[in-house]
């Protein structure tokens, strides 16, 4: 995956998010956290800093090679890793409820129907 890059707006000492009209921070660390809740599946490099390897766990871009065990004791991480987990089942909740229902009686599948005709 290439990583996007970003860069310092120096009119406002700002770091602009390179997904068109999203986000602007102050700082380098803030930007990652960005990245982390708002596009994990990205990744970020940030112009004048060290570089910086996705955490497998809350997706934030932290420095080293491997996350590390103090890093993933973070209340940060676990608060990532709960956000990213919660966005996995919500895509899967939402692919299970737009798969059609089939119901199947001694290996005959049943007719669906739309409508029921009130009888009384």
């Known amino acids: 995956m290439t990583p996007?890059?970003?860069?310092?707006?120096?009119?406002?000492?700002?770091?602009?998010?390179p997904i068109m009209d999203c986000y602007a921070a102050k700082t380098g660390h803030i930007m990652q956290r960005h990245f982390m809740y708002c596009h994990p599946e990205k990744e970020v490099r940030i112009a004048g800093k060290v570089e910086y390897t996705k955490c497998t766990k809350c997706c934030?871009?932290?420095?080293?090679?491997?996350?590390?065990?103090?890093?993933?004791?973070?209340?940060?991480?676990?608060?990532?890793?709960h956000c990213q987990l919660a966005k996995q089942l919500k895509e899967t909740t939402q692919e299970e409820l737009a798969a059609p229902t089939t119901f199947q009686v001694a290996?005959?599948?049943?007719?669906?129907?739309?409508?029921?005709?009130?009888?009384?």
């Open 107 to 120: 290996g005959c599948m049943l007719k669906s129907i739309t409508e029921f005709q009130y009888l009384g």
């Open 4 to 17: 996007f890059n970003t860069w310092f707006d120096w009119m406002g000492s700002m770091i602009l998010c």
């Open 60 to 81: 934030m871009m932290i420095r080293g090679q491997v996350p590390t065990a103090e890093h993933m004791a973070t209340e940060q991480c676990k608060a990532g890793n």
